[in-house]
Every structure is written in structure tokens, then in C-alpha cells.
């Protein structure tokens, strides 16, 4: 609830502490003393707009403090835990306006945007009002308010979060699916250029080994020739060659008696140098016996380089690279499959959310249903009491008609009302004035006061247009909720005043140079005297004094 506010250099308020308890707490004063400018305050750190218009003349800037004890509400310590916001003692919300028209927004000290104040504040108060904010007329407010009636708050997020995973499956889905004809395009494109790879089959090295043996045929005269050379003057010539001369030398050096130990070091290298030469001869012989120079290979291996050559031109590679895009293509080719899984993946979790969702969905339309009709008569019973005779009053709820699941259910949720006999049900907003409104608005709190999460409730005025016993009957309503939860009314009725748990007094206090706005906390004598002075004037008799102290002891009673 609401304990503390603490307003600064705001309009006519220079500065002003006011704590506050639970119950009903009325707030009243003459006309023009301030009483609803501590709620515009109040509504500005719960993010309403503001300009610099809003700070007293001479005052730099405008500060204002709200601070909220959050131990019964669990929603809103939920809200400040998943954002680091919260802390351990109470929660204080500070709305800072400057005279040049800047503002600034904190939660518990930490800077934030007005939506952040305003999605909290909702946690914590409701303003009533006849102003255009008033929350009653949001369609929101009036699916809020039955489903916090038919006690299926938690089913509706069940069915509001069955509706957002639903809807980020599907726009996963449709992402996949749209470039779908794209990917099959592709798929079929990289298939064939896989499949031409595949079907050449090259095979690890084989582009060296054939441009090897390529080179060896084109030149294959030449090399014949150089071979033959070799071999006839390593052996074969008849005015000599190496192998002769080698073994000549041989036989000469070993014929020599008691030769030097270094012609034998000599001996051995010619030997060696023999045997090499021997073993030259024989591979070239082996080479020139195997050597194959049949054109038909020729033509062979000219058509299969030619096949790699224009396959590597077509792909803008290099011939040795045709390997490797041959693996990139397949592993792109495995990626488009894996899509095409996914597509089917989401496919079968978007039937199965929407199944979850209907499941739900269906549950929580039974639950509005039977809690529509009951909670209808209900505040239908408390508007006539409250100076509606004959008024009617409906929940209606229409069925979706689109294809798209709504994280709101299968209906709208719409509140009806007639104020006057004979009048058709129509929208709050199109048939109910100010005061008219806040009276439902104040007979709806009161039959949903039991099972609403929103511990504090401010109304502003909800007594304009009426009087008599039916000020007292709004008086008695607003002290009921008082006596569950806290409730800020201000009013211009006795009879309201007079039921309250606590009573504050706002009042202007004028100097020589300049007015202020004040409020005090009312004792006991004060309080009588206020409600006497609202019932007969400023001058008091001893007539009012007593009507005025019978209607505050009678209200306690």
C-alpha cells in the first residue's frame, strides 16, 4: 500500500510529507485548496505525462516521492525482482520535472522510462476519477476485473503465454517457410552441380598423376631418344663408353703388386661407380621397355583433363579445388535438409501450442461465463443503491472472429450499462458521465475488492451529482473497502467524510508574499468540526457540532 508521499515545488505545493495508513483515508477542503493536485502529484510517479508548467513559479525543478510497502503485493516484487530493481525495504518511486520541461523517472533510486513507472504502478494503485485515464474504460480493465472475479488470474496467463509461443512459432515457421521456394531452388541447383562433381569422380591425386603422364606422352620422341643416348654411352657404345672405361681402369689399378693403401680406397669408389652406372642402364632399359607412347592414351588423357579443366572453369575454381567444393557443396546441401526438418519440427509445435491454447482458452471462457452473470447482478444490486434507480447493468462477451489466437481468450470482454429505466445497455464509455462512472467504477471495486490484486484505491470525487442517503450509502461502500485494503477518497460530501478511518484537511496557508498548499491529520475534535463546518458553513453552531459528531460515531459503529 501507499505510506508515504512526499511532494516538492509542485503547482501551489512547496513542500509536503504525508504519510498514510491503511483503511479509508478522506481527504477534503474548500474549493482551489489543493486536494486534487496531491493525486495529479501522486499520478505523475506513476507515470502520467507532465510539463514544466507543473512546477511552482521560482522553483528550478518539481520532486515527488511515493513510497509503496510491497509485502502483500507479490506481483509487484515478482516485477522489480526480474528487472534488479527491487530491494529490501519499501519501494519508492520519484518522478523529477524540471522548469526547462525535462523529466526523469526512478524506481528505487535507479534511473527508468515513464513505461516502466506506469507498468509498476498498475501492480500498486488504481486512480479512479472522472478524468480520461480512468482505467474503467479500458477494455483491459474490464477483462481484468472478471477474470480477478472468476478467480482465473493464472489461467489467463496461461492462455497469454499459450497465445505469444504459439505466435513466435509461426513467425519462425513462415520465416523458414517464405524463403522456402528460394531454398528449393537452390537445393536443386547445388544437387545438380554435386551430382556433375560426383558422377567425374576424381580421385586423390589423380590431377598430378594425369598431368604428369600428359606431359611424359606430348613428349614422348624426345624422350625416347635422350634415353637411348644415355644408355649407348653408358654401355652400349662401340668406341667406348663409361661402363668399359670403368671396368678397364679397374682391372688396371688391381694389377698392380703391393699397391698403396690409397688405391685401394680408389679401387672401391670405380667399383662403386660401376655398379651405379649398372643400375642406370637397367631402369632406363625397364623405362624405355614399359614406356607406352599409343596416341589413344594420348587422346584419353587429353579428354579427361579437358573434362576437370572446363568443370573447374565453370565453378571459377582452380582444377586442384574441385575436391573441396565438392565437400562444400554437400555440406550446404545437408544444411538445406536440416531446414526442411525444422520447417517440419515447427510445424507439429505449432499444432501442438494451438491445441495447449484452445485447451486453455476453453477453460477460462467457462470460468467468465458463469463468473459474468453473478458479478453483472451483483453490481447491478450496488448501482441502483448508489443513486442509479432502475439502472441496469451487463457483461457481455463477444467471440473472437479472428483465425489468429489472442492472448486475451476466445472473447472480448465488454461492461454494459443502462443509468436510466427504459435506456438500452451500451458501452461505459458512450452512455455514463463522470460522476456516473465513478459510481460504478466504485460499485464494481466493491463487489471485486475480495479477489482484486490492487491493494491501493483512489477516488476522486466519486460524490459529484449526488446526496441525501445515497452520500451515505457511497460513504459506507468506500469505508467497506477501506476495511480490506486502503482507499483515498476526496470529497465535498458529510456524509462520505464522516465514514472515513482517517480523516486529511487540505487547506491554503498565505504569507505576505506568498500561498502555499498544507494538510493536516485530523484528530478527533478537528474532525467533527471539518464535517460540521461541510454540513452548515463556516460558521459552526452547536447544532451542526452535534449532527457532525453523531454521523463520525455513528459511522465507527
Known sequence: MLVHLSVHNYAIVEHLDL????????????TGAGKSIMLDALGLTLGDRADSGVVRPGADKADI???????????????????????DGPCILRRVITAEGRSRGYINGTPCPLSDLKALGELLIDIHSQHEHQSLLKTDTHRRLLDEYAGAIDLARQVQLAAQRWRQTRQELERLSNSGDEQRARHQLLSYQFEELENVALGENELEQ???????????????????????????????NVLSALTASLNRLTAVQSAPKALGEAVNLIASAQIQVEEAVGELNRFLDNFDADPARLQSLEERLDTLYTLARKHRVHPSELSNLQQRLMEEIESLNANDESIERLADELSAYARHYHEKAAELSALRQQAATQLAAAVEQEIQRLGMPGGRFSIELHANSSDDLQPYGLELVELLVSANPGQPL?????????????????????ITAQTSRIPTLVFDEVDVGIGGPTAEIVGQLLRRLGDRGQVLTVTHLPQVAAQGHHHLFVHKVRNSDATHTAVANLGKRERVEEVARMLGGIDLTKESLAHARKMVVTSKA
Open 19 to 30: 504519510e498514510l495508513a491503511r483503511g479509508m483515508s478522506v481527504i477534503t477542503g474548500e
Open 65 to 87: 516521492l511515493a513510497t509503496f510497502d510491497l509485502i502483500d503485493i507479490p506481483e509487484a516484487r515478482t516485477w522489480l525482482a526480474e528487472r534488479d530493481l527491487d530491494s
Open 210 to 240: 594425369l598431368e604428369q603422364e600428359h606431359k611424359n606422352l606430348t613428349n614422348a620422341e624426345a624422350l625416347f631418344g635422350i634415353c637411348r643416348q644415355v644408355i649407348d654411352h653408358c654401355s652400349e657404345s662401340d668406341s667406348g
Open 426 to 446: 451500451k458501452g461505459l464509455a458512450k452512455v455514463a458521465s463522470g460522476g456516473e462512472l465513478s459510481r460504478i467504477s466504485l460499485a464494481i471495486q466493491v
